[in-house]
């Protein structure tokens, strides 16, 4: 049987859309930040974009993870998430895309793990973002690492949404793998019972 059209799964074209979306963030950004070397190998447009966010968003985490605001001792944790990101997350974007595309529900469970998962990485960067001070002559006198009134609300604007749909992912597959166990079961109660029927029958029809 065909499967249904992506653009009649409103909750899957937004999924597909998300990783889609998440692929060169995590190429460009992911790989210069947990191997700054690779800049020279890549093109230098290309290698030049972090540069750019960062001078655009003074993005706290990115910023010290590619150490172009303060140390990249000081954000091991959030190092070790991108390699996460880099070497779990990007590989379940590719198949997670092509799987729902052919709507193969044996995805399911792997979108479930990626978007706990997620979500759970997300709490403390959104805290890191959310506690990051406003520029102020204070904190660019003690170095101070912070951001303006207008970088913060684009940061939490771009990294919320992000946030949301793995939020929204994750119960969204809990359900679905739920239904689809429930279901199987149901399934399995009713094919035990009809046995148990027709053997009963059986037995009546011998004992005549």
């Not at 653009?7 to 937004?14: E, I, N, S, Y």
């Not at 910023?63 to 070497?87: H, M, N, Q, Y």
């Not at 990007?90 to 978007?115: E, H, M, Q, S």
């Not at 949404?161 to 399995?188: C, E, N, W």
Request: proline share 6%.
């Amino acid at each position: 049987m065909a499967p249904e059209p992506l653009t009649q799964r409103p909750l899957d074209l937004v999924y597909v859309c998300y990783f889609l979306s998440h692929i060169p963030a995590t190429v460009i950004l992911g790989t210069q930040a947990l191997y700054p070397q690779s800049e020279s190998l890549l093109p230098s447009a290309i290698a030049r974009l972090p540069r750019m966010y960062i001078e655009m968003s003074q993005d706290p985490l990115i910023g010290s993870a590619l150490g172009l605001i303060s140390s990249r001792e000081s954000s091991t944790w959030f190092v070790s998430l991108l390699a996460v990101e880099v070497f779990f997350q990007l590989p379940v974007f590719i198949i997670g895309t092509l799987a729902l595309r052919k709507d193969c529900k044996k995805i399911y469970v792997l979108l479930l793990i990626y978007g706990a998962s997620t979500v759970t990485t997300f709490i403390p960067s959104l805290a890191v973002l959310f506690s990051t001070p406003l520029t102020s002559p204070e904190t660019i006198a003690k170095h101070i690492v912070s951001v303006t009134a207008e970088q913060k609300v684009m940061l939490l604007s771009s990294y919320i949404p992000f946030f949301l749909v793995s939020l929204v992912m994750t119960i969204d597959m809990a359900a679905r793998i739920y239904k689809l166990v429930h279901s199987g079961l149901q399934a399995q109660q009713a094919t035990k019972s009809r046995w148990r029927h027709n053997n009963d029958l059986l037995q009546t029809h011998a004992a005549i």
